[in-house]
């Protein structure tokens, strides 16, 4: 049977405002409580100009939230050694509670060495092992936040993931392989695919969640999805284009994220939550 309606929108824009403005209360209220603000300390090397209107887009976002952020422009010539020397300095700041080491780094750079110098307990951006492996183990932690959004999204949806098939497209460490783990932690049953893998298509026609998170324009269509599928796209490319053919998957699956407009603003909302969580952690009204 061909469905002809088109799918529920999940609104990541209004769900990203709301839980901002949750988060900015929980900031004032800490502020009334200890007389100290949450601090978010950003660390972007070089000028990459995708990184940095990333960075002043997050700054921004902070500022309306009540959290203050301190930022580092590191040049582009910083050696490993030293960018981990300052990741430190500022994992020991007690008036620091939350850490962002923008992405990517440079390709002379040690990026893992980098973020292995943020200490656990202010990797509000969820990219330290320590993070991963609680993330693996189910235990507290913070989450990569753009996986952290999408199981937001998916949540504010009541979409049921116990025993339904989830197919994660992309496997980075960011993204499609924490995006499966949150998945697999709630019960459903998760496929991976990714560059090398074979008969792409029929394994997504098999998904009822289906993850997006590969960064090529309209990779996905919606003849490749089981009719009623619920569609996460969180992938991004120049002009506003995300990995799924919006309208062909649109006539198809039962919910699906806009691009812009859905997983994108929840990245940026579960940080300055985390980073609010992690202030209130460490000035002891956690
Ligand atoms: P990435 O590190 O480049 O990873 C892309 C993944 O896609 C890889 O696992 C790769 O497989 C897979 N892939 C590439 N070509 C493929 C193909 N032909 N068939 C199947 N799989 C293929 O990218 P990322 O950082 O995860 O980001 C993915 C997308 O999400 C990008 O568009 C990015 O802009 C977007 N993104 C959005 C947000 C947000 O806030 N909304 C945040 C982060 C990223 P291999 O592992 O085999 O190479």
Redesign the pocket.
Known sequence: MTRTSTARLMDGTGLARRITEQTAAAAADLRQRTGTAPCLATVLVGEDPASVTYVRMKRSRCEKAGIRSRHLALPASIGTAELVDTVTELSRDPEVHGILLQ?PVGPHIDERAAFEAIAPEKDVDGVTMHSFAAMGFGLPGFVS??PG?IMRLLDEYGVELAGKHAVV?????????PAGLLLLGRDATVTY?????AD?ASIVRQADVLV?????PR?ISGADLKPGAVVVD????PGNI??VDFVSAGARASLITPVPG???????AVLLAQTVEAAARQLGVG
């Open positions: 992405h936040c753009t959004g497209v992309g496997r980075s460490a960011i993204l499609g392989k695919c990714h560059s090398r893998t792409l997006a998170a590969v960064g090529r990779f969180a992938g991004y490319s995300g990995d859905g997983v994108g603003p929840m990245t940026i």
